[in-house]
């Protein structure tokens, strides 16, 4: 067997890893500029991170092994859809023991345990924001998938390199179910990433947090993980949204490929920055309650997809 | 020497049976009668377990006749791979239950007797397995009526309260009716074989046979899809079990909500896959639309509750809604002649059949375990048990994982392949169908999402967090027995979780002798690491491979981040500068629900009263709050009430034809005579 | 004498039986009653005799005998008796008025003459004509514990039904076999009796015999 | 020693009818109630004889024909005086405590005791009888013996109900006579008159040729008066008051076996009617009158505060199945039907017994205050709460079996009525449950007195309908099918 997919592998969740903290420090680059306010750099988030890692850990004192073991697991489910998504090539190894619905559920682990964390310490803050996170999850987890199952009915898989190859030679991609699809996957990602207008990652206002009320107690390596982890994961869907739609230089085997497909990647993520920055700065955040239609509508989108991928195709 | 795996199981029965008996005259040494029987029921079960597996494993159905009964009509038994497959389950999860239950009940002995408990617990367990040994319609009702009975003075046992009377007549009054729906649709099978010459047309040999005209078929799966949705808690028939359930003895509850309903569902694949076996697909439909109803509203309703088992309670409502959807699409692939697709969707809802019996058990024992060490159901009242039992809450949350649907446990993988068998729906050949089903999968996303969010709550709210009552008690581990029983269920999860691909290799043989297929063709095909249900391209799971790259990298990012040895400062809660918190101040059960209930409130009704005190300065700073809230599901008041309310009005009507002068007595004979000449006249 | 001449005794005497049957039925007073139910069985008694001479049928003499001794003499002594010690009210008032009543009793009389037409086109006794009759009484009989709210008049209308039996038995078939006849004719013995008990029973606890106050035990509320 | 089967007949009629006259005498005595049960057991011994030579050589006649016996009149005769003999076991206490109460008398006690036995004697009578006039004979005679042991206890109900069930059933009965000599008339055309004339026998050897109008006829009447004493709705009236006023072993023999015999005379003669009409009308209108009574009985339950009253309605719904079920016809309907009067009868009389007792530990029959009886009392408590489960047709017992079989046979042959059986099943199941699971659940009322149970009548009664549940007995089995072919 030749070593190379397992290379490619490797070489990708690398590379997510490393991309990732740099991939939000363009978008909040993007918005300072926007904003007309001077940007602390590309490598800032980088530099956020070393500091956390060489802090030392706080714990509350009623915080459980949960509180604790909470930011690895959260990490670790970030790294394998890293690994899952075919992004540098299609075949991977790990892609093919996870398909999309695996990947779903990946990101479910990881707010199922970042909840009980959140609920770990006893505070009313933990306890709401977590409250709302699964509130809003099972609002939007619904979308995600029905937004998935559009894409791969035209496919014919859920398996995602299949899926990213099928719509690859697919001769035309205006075909009008994914561009429904597609319309549900951008809320919904907005949603799952906790961006604005679902939540706004940069706040710490207690009413309006969300994911942060969750992170409120955490300090030191442990926020580190999770601060990592939540780059990757707006990373993650960014680069999924690219290759699951618009798959076009996507390698298929050779190294060279691969390294093209890396750069188109790279091109790819920035357009998506500037797109995910307008629509940022674009809208205000929403009530907690606007946002059943709000992913109501991301749910009604890829509805309608799947009804005109039969009706119309 | 050589057994057949139904001698074996025969062998569970009667030794069952046979401790029931015991229990009688050990009752005045109530510790050694727990030791005793439970024991005893625990074998009992490992041999049903070992029978039911073995005869799955090795593809063969054995018969049997036992001359009781009625001498024209003997009980005749049957151990085929369908009945091996639930026989495993009940088997498997009455074993964890009864190791269990050594420990659970010596804790009751202190505040009354047990040998009720005792006696009928055997007899529940017999009851089940003679449900599934059944292999003629009077033998299989008989089984049925005695489980239930059986589980009737189970919730019965603690018969001084109110709500337990309440609750186990209104299950006793719904599981006979049932019955007797059962009995009916058995009556229309038999009818059709012999026309009542024999008695031979009772045996289910016999229904196999028979050949039914459209009409009459329909007429008999109606009657015993009523009787078993009614068993097995389907909704709008669902309302008895989350009054019952919480109310028995826990590890009842573990063994009722986790198998006694899948004897329900047991009954409905026989019923139709076997007895019945050529059916048109609006049934499948009709088991898929309810199914997918119960899946979300019980999901729904779970989420509103306070009280930790009639929250598990509620869930299994659910779960059944789940099994009852992969079900549902067997029947619509097998009525469309799909039998791969079928096979697929069969094994689907059968699994799901088999994780819900291991996790739900595990949860009920988790949630005795916290019953018996707080003596507390209502969640609002505890919290951060996970402190004073490790053990209990370790296990609980591999319980709410593996429920909640998430990989690497055994709930995924059930809800996996339904999501598959839903995608495969666009083969149908009705386009009515293809447009329609996928949209089944969309509820069944929405049920898995807010499944999350139950459990999350349930376990969050009762073991994170502080306690929430004045002062915390004094709460101890629970005893070895009971962690045992827990454990052996957890591990059930994780292996059911991890390896699928031997499991349905092992279990393939009850699709192919029902819907003609097996998926373990396709699914093992890549190695036993692989779930491929159909082709490697349509879709693949390796839940080793995620498992394990997972652990990969939560131990190296630990090692990374501990080779300099990081001080961890332990500090009071941030109080974000407000005043001091206190453990009042958590979330509760009840506002961790609350925006889901504000989303979804119109299934319920709910009524939520806010009373602010009368004698505060400024209404803006009230002295104190008077908050209450009372959710109820509509269905009490949209199908039960008005049957009640009807039935007593008639009984009104009909105590007026007594009021007591002998005239007009003698009027009622008078006119029946001049009427009857007139007839026949 | 032949067989003409008897069947129109025979079809008199049942005239008259269903006349006492009438009477009975528009009878307000106590004694009255039981004369008329006296006469009726004399009646049933002589017309017993008369079918057993034509068709000679030797036991139908020994059961017109028991009716002449039972229903002639022993019960309506009886009921005297019973009255006189219960010193009852001579007056029995009725439930539904007296003209209604009639009319409803003609409407019987037909209903059962148009029942036992096929009974009177199978007999070929000489008494055919008469088994209208026996079901006509039956029916009053029942009729009359219906309309009257008396605990004896009741039990008077309870014989006189079974006078109608006992007429249609002879009417009909020239007599039930002996054995049976004996039977019924015990069985009225101990019903008798029964009653008679019972008139104490009820007269001490209800301190009258007025069945309108015997409706305790009911459902409707 | 070997009897023949005519004197062991003789005997068997023999033996009630000398201890009544016995007990008329010293009734009141110590030892009286040891002889009532002595009676009744040697009744018992004779019987089980008489069986066997039955289930050895078949049907026969005996006294002259006077007297037949064959597999349906005898296993019902067994029965009768099977149940005849626990409830004298069962009366010896409870009799002894009523005394004790002050409610009943040295003459009563007498009067009581000699009552009992002739009763037992006229149901036997109306069984073994072959003689149709006899038949109609015993029945008047097995009401008049049990109406003044309805009023015993000389409270104005007690007399309204004796009352009551005395005019009733007097002007029911009157017009079985009616039908009884419509049949003779029309038999007589065939055999000729005279006491052949109404032999049973005879008259089911040559009812092909007997007169359908006639018959039809006659069959109104036999319906009507039979079917006021089966306690078929709306001729049911009579029922509820009389077996809930009486002492309790009374009701329970009534429950248990009066009803049984009206049935039985029912069905004899229904035999006849259809062997004459040959169409099914005289199995339409008992479908009717059963299918009535199981609605109104099932509701009425509902509504019930007396105890005794509750299972006396209850009986009724269940003359009703076995009375539809007979006129289903059709061998597993009868074959149900001849099984399930068997089990309710056991069934019914060990509920009373127990109910007997419930009643006396509380002093009333108010269900309101009967409570705390698993606690207070586990025989009497689960008795009545196994009792209830066997009469509401719960498996394991028998009556599950015999209403397994009637269902279904509907399913088959009627299967438009089966919603109202569901109906009435339904409402029957949760009427009783709702009132029985208070009694025998909960703590021990304070005004709650113990009582010394008779355990052997009730265990022996659901034992044998736990047995009949799950192993019916090859001999059992025979009987009925041989009687299914006599009904055919």
Redesign the interface.
């Known amino acids: 067997m030749n070593l190379y997919p397992f290379a490619a592998e490797m070489l990708q969740i690398l590379i997510i890893l490393a991309i990732a903290p740099a991939f939000v420090g363009w978008v909040r680059m993007l918005k300072c500029w926007l904003q007309g306010r001077t940007t602390a750099g590309l490598f800032q988030p980088y530099r956020d991170l070393m500091k956390l890692f060489a802090k030392d850990v706080i714990l509350a004192e009623n915080a459980s092994w949960i509180f604790r073991f909470t930011p690895y697991i959260v990490f670790g489910t970030a790294t394998l859809a890293g690994g899952i998504i075919p992004m540098l090539s299609v075949d991977l190894p790990l892609a093919a023991s996870a398909d999309a619905i695996v990947l779903v559920a990946l990101f479910a682990i990881a707010r199922f345990f970042t909840s009980l964390a959140g609920m770990d310490i006893g505070t009313a803050f933990g306890g709401m924001g977590s409250s709302r996170e699964m509130t809003i999850a099972s609002l939007a987890e619904p979308a995600m998938l029905m937004a998935i199952f559009t894409v791969s009915l035209a496919a014919g898989s859920t398996s995602l390199s299949q899926i990213v190859q099928v719509v690859f030679s697919g001769q035309s991609v205006l075909r009008p179910s994914l561009a429904f699809a597609f319309l549900a996957f951008v809320l919904v990602s907005l949603a799952e990433t906790g961006r604005i207008p679902v939540d706004n990652p940069t706040t710490h206002l207690e009413l309006t947090m969300i994911h942060e009320a969750m992170l409120l107690e955490y300090s030191g390596r442990h926020l580190a993980l999770f601060e990592w982890a939540g780059m990757m994961k707006l990373t993650l869907f960014m680069a999924l949204g690219a290759v699951l739609f618009f798959p076009w230089g996507i390698g298929t085997g050779s190294i060279i490929a691969s390294g093209l497909a890396f750069v188109f990647l790279l091109l790819k993520l920035a357009a998506a920055g500037i797109v995910l920055v307008l629509i940022e700065t674009g809208l205000a955040k929403m009530r907690l309650f606007r946002l059943t239609e709000f992913l109501g509508s991301a749910f009604l989108m890829a509805t309608l997809g799947m009804l005109s991928f039969f009706i119309l195709e | 020497m050589n057994i057949a795996p139904i001698e074996l199981a025969g062998a569970a029965v009667i030794l069952l049976l046979g401790s029931a008996v015991l229990a009688m005259f050990l009752s005045r040494f109530q510790h050694l009668l727990v030791a005793v029987s439970f024991s005893l029921a625990s074998v009992a079960s490992l041999v049903a377990l070992v029978a039911g597996a073995w005869t799955v494993s090795s593809n063969i159905a054995n018969q049997a006749v036992m001359a009781?009964?009625?001498?024209?009509l003997p009980f005749h038994l049957r151990l085929d791979p369908l009945a091996g497959f639930f026989l495993t389950i009940v088997g498997g999860l009455s074993f964890f239950v009864s190791i269990y239950s050594l420990g659970y009940v010596k804790g009751i002995i202190a505040q009354r007797p047990v040998t009720r408990l005792v006696v009928f617990y055997a007899l529940f367990l017999a009851g089940m397995f003679m449900v599934i040994l059944a292999d003629d319609?009077?033998f299989f009702?008989?089984a049925?009526?005695?489980m239930?009975?059986a589980s009737y003075f189970l919730v019965?046992f603690e018969?001084?309260h109110l709500e337990n009377?309440r609750a186990?007549?209104l299950y006793?009054?719904v599981a006979?009716?049932g019955a007797?729906?059962i009995?009916?649709s058995?009556?229309?099978m038999?009818?059709l074989v012999t026309?009542?010459?024999g008695?031979h047309g009772?045996t289910f040999d016999a229904m196999r046979q028979a050949e039914y005209t459209p009409a009459w078929a329909t007429?008999a799966f109606l009657l015993s899809f009523f009787g078993f949705a009614a068993k097995a808690g389907v909704i709008p028939l669902h309302v008895w079990l989350p009054e019952a359930h919480p109310v028995a003895p826990s590890n009842v509850s573990a063994l009722m909500s986790g198998v006694m309903l899948k004897t329900a569902i047991y009954g409905i694949v026989r019923v139709t896959f076997d007895l019945i076996h050529v059916f048109p697909w609006w049934w499948g439909a009709l088991v898929l639309m309810l199914g997918l109803i119960s899946a979300v509203l019980g999901v729904l309703f779970a989420l509103m509750q306070n009280d930790l088992k009639r929250l598990l309670a509620y869930s299994s409502v659910e779960n059944i809604g789940i099994v009852l959807i992969g079900i549902g699409l067997a029947m619509i692939f097998t009525s469309f002649q799909l039998p791969l697709l079928a096979a697929l969707a069969l094994t689907a809802g059968l699994y799901h059949a088999l994780n819900h019996a291991m996790f739900k058990g595990l949860l009920f024992m988790g949630a005795g375990g916290v019953l018996h060490a707080a003596h507390e159901r209502n969640m609002e009242k505890m919290?951060?048990l996970?402190?004073m039992l490790p053990w209990t809450s370790g296990l609980f949350?591999v319980g709410c994982?593996s429920i909640?649907?998430?990989?690497p446990f055994n709930g995924?993988v059930s809800e996996?392949l339904t999501?598959?068998a839903?995608?495969l729906s666009?083969s149908l050949p009705s386009?009515l169908m293809?447009?329609l089903i996928?949209?089944g999968?969309?509820?069944l996303?929405?049920t898995?999402?807010?499944s999350?969010?139950c459990f999350?709550?349930a376990?969050?709210?009762t073991f994170?967090?502080?306690w929430r009552g004045q002062h915390a008690p004094q709460i101890h581990e629970v005893n070895w027995p009971m962690k045992l029983g827990m454990i052996m269920a957890a591990v059930c999860c994780l292996f059911l979780g991890i390896l699928p691909t031997l499991v349905i290799d092992w279990m393939d043989s009850v699709p192919e002798h029902l819907v003609g297929s097996k998926i373990s063709t396709t699914a093992g095909a890549f190695g036993w690491?692989?779930l491929t249900p159909v082709a490697?391209?349509?879709?693949?799971?390796?839940g080793p491979?995620?498992f394990f790259?997972?652990?990969a990298?939560?131990v190296i990012?630990?090692l990374i981040?501990h080779v300099k040895k990081?001080?961890?400062?332990?500090?009071?809660?941030?109080?974000?500068g407000f005043e001091k918190?206190t453990?009042r101040?958590?979330?509760t059960s009840t506002?961790?629900?609350?925006?889901?209930r504000?989303?979804f409130g119109f299934f319920f009704s709910i009524r939520e009263r806010v009373k602010l005190d009368p004698q505060a300065a400024h209404r803006a700073f009230p002295g104190k709050m008077h908050y209450a809230l009372r959710i109820r599901d509509r269905f009490w008041g949209w199908i039960y009430k008005p049957l009640v309310d009807a039935?007593?009005l008639?009984?009104?009507?009909?105590?007026?034809?007594?009021?007591?002068?002998?005239?007009t007595?003698?009027?009622?004979?008078?006119v029946?005579?001049?009427f009857?000449?007139m007839?026949?006249? | 004498m032949n067989l003409h001449i008897a069947a129109q005794i025979n079809s008199f005497l049942a005239a008259l039986v269903l006349l006492t049957a009438f009477g009975m039925l528009v009878q307000k007073r106590v004694y009255g009653l039981i004369h008329l139910f006296a006469w009726q069985g004399f009646f049933l008694s002589l017309n017993t005799a008369i079918v057993g001479f034509v068709a000679d049928r030797h036991h139908l003499y020994i059961s017109s005998v028991l009716t002449l001794s039972l229903k002639v003499f022993l019960l309506p002594y009886i009921l005297h008796v019973l009255i006189h010690r219960l010193k009852i009210r001579k007056e029995v008032e009725t439930i539904v008025n007296i003209p209604t009543t009639m009319m409803i009793g003609i409407a019987l009389v037909i209903f059962s003459y148009h029942l036992t037409a096929p009974v009177r086109e199978l007999s070929n006794l000489v008494t055919r004509s008469t088994i209208a009759v026996a079901l006509a009484t039956v029916m009053l009989g029942l009729l009359m514990m219906i309309t009257r709210k008396h605990a004896v008049t009741q039990i008077i209308g309870f014989l006189a039904l079974e006078n109608g039996l006992f007429f249609a038995a002879t009417s009909a078939t020239y007599g039930m076999p002996l054995v049976v006849e004996l039977g019924v004719a015990l069985d009225v013995l101990i019903a008798a009796f029964i009653f008679g008990i019972f008139f104490f029973h009820i007269n001490r606890t209800f301190d009258s015999l007025d069945v309108e106050q015997m409706a305790r035990l009911k459902e409707g509320d | 020693m070997a009897m023949n089967s005519s004197t062991m007949l003789l005997v068997l009629l023999g033996v009630p009818l000398c201890a009544a006259a016995i007990l008329a005498f010293v009734g009141d005595r110590k030892f009286a109630p040891e002889i009532n049960i002595l009676g009744s057991a040697a009744t018992l011994a004779t019987g089980l004889g008489l069986a066997l030579e039955v289930y050895l050589q078949g049907p026969m006649l005996a006294g002259g024909k006077f007297f037949f016996v064959d597999a349906f009149n005898i296993y019902l005769s067994v029965l009768t005086s099977f149940v005849s003999m626990t409830t004298a076991m069962f009366s010896r206490g409870y009799m002894r405590r009523e005394r004790e109460h002050g409610r009943v008398g040295k003459i009563r006690m007498r009067f009581y005791h000699a009552m009992f036995q002739l009763f037992i004697f006229a149901m036997l009578l109306c069984l073994l009888t072959n003689n149709v006039g006899v038949l109609w004979i015993a029945m008047e005679l097995a009401t008049l013996s049990t109406v003044l042991l309805v009023s015993l206890y000389r409270t104005p109900t007690a007399i309204e109900a004796a009352w009551k069930y005395f005019i009733l059933c007097g002007v029911g009965i009157a017009q079985a006579l009616f039908g009884t000599v419509l049949l003779y008339f029309a038999a007589e055309k065939v055999l000729g008159e005279g006491g052949e004339a109404l032999l049973w026998t005879n008259l089911s050897r040559v009812s092909g040729s007997l007169e359908p109008t006639v018959l039809s006829l006659a069959f109104v009447f036999l319906m009507v008066g039979y079917g006021t004493k089966v306690g078929l709705v709306p001729l049911h009236n009579w029922l509820p008051d009389a077996h809930s006023e009486g002492p309790t072993p009374i009701s329970a023999v009534l429950s248990g076996l009066l009803l049984n015999i009206a049935l039985y005379a029912l069905v004899r003669c229904k035999v006849l009617v259809d062997g004459s009409t040959h169409t099914h009308q005289a199995g339409n209108i008992m479908m009717g009158f059963g299918l009535l009574s199981i609605l109104v009985a099932a509701f009425s339950l509902l509504r019930q505060k007396d105890i005794k009253r509750m299972f006396s309605y209850s009986s009724i719904e269940h003359m009703g199945i076995a009375t539809f079920a007979f006129g289903l016809g059709g061998p597993i309907a009868t074959f149900g039907a001849l099984l399930h009067m068997l089990v309710h009868s056991l069934a019914k009389s060990a509920i009373f017994f127990t109910v007997g007792h419930a009643s006396q530990m509380h002093r009333t029959q108010e269900m309101e205050r009967i409570r705390g009886l698993f606690k207070g009392n586990p025989l009497v408590g689960w008795g009545l709460m196994i009792g209830v489960m066997a009469i509401v047709g719960m498996p394991p017992f028998g009556i599950f079996t015999s209403e397994f079989l009637i269902l279904t046979a509907t399913m088959k042959d009627a299967p438009y009525l089966t919603p109202f059986l569901l109906l009435g099943l339904g409402v029957t199941f949760a009427a009783l449950f709702r009132k029985v699971q208070p009694m025998v659940s909960g703590d021990i009322p304070s005004y709650q007195r113990p009582v010394k149970a008779a355990h052997l009548p009730v265990l022996l009664h659901l034992a044998l309908v736990l047995i009949i549940g799950i192993y019916m007995p090859a001999f059992l089995n025979t009987w009925f099918h041989t009687a299914v072919e006599l009904l055919k």
């Open positions: 009781i009964g009625l001498p024209d319609a009077l009702l008989v049925w009526e005695v239930a009975a019965l018969d001084e009377r186990a007549f006793m009054v006979h009716v007797i729906a009995l009916l058995f009556g229309v038999a009818g026309g009542f010459e008695f009772y007429a919290g951060g996970i402190h949350l994982v909640s649907g998430l990989p995924f996996w999501f598959q839903f995608l666009p386009p293809k447009l996928p949209m999968a969309a509820l996303a929405l898995a999402a807010l999350a969010a999350v709550k376990f969050g709210v994170l967090g502080q690491m692989w490697r391209e349509r879709a693949s799971y390796s491979m995620v790259v997972i652990l990298v939560i990012a630990y981040l990081g001080s961890i400062k332990r500090v009071p809660l941030w109080d974000c918190v453990q101040m958590q979330y506002s961790f629900a609350m925006p889901l504000r989303i039935s007593f008639m009984s009104r009507l009909v105590g007026k034809l007594q009021q007591g002068r002998i005239q007595y003698l009027i009622y004979s008078f029946t005579i001049i009857l000449l007839v026949t006249r």
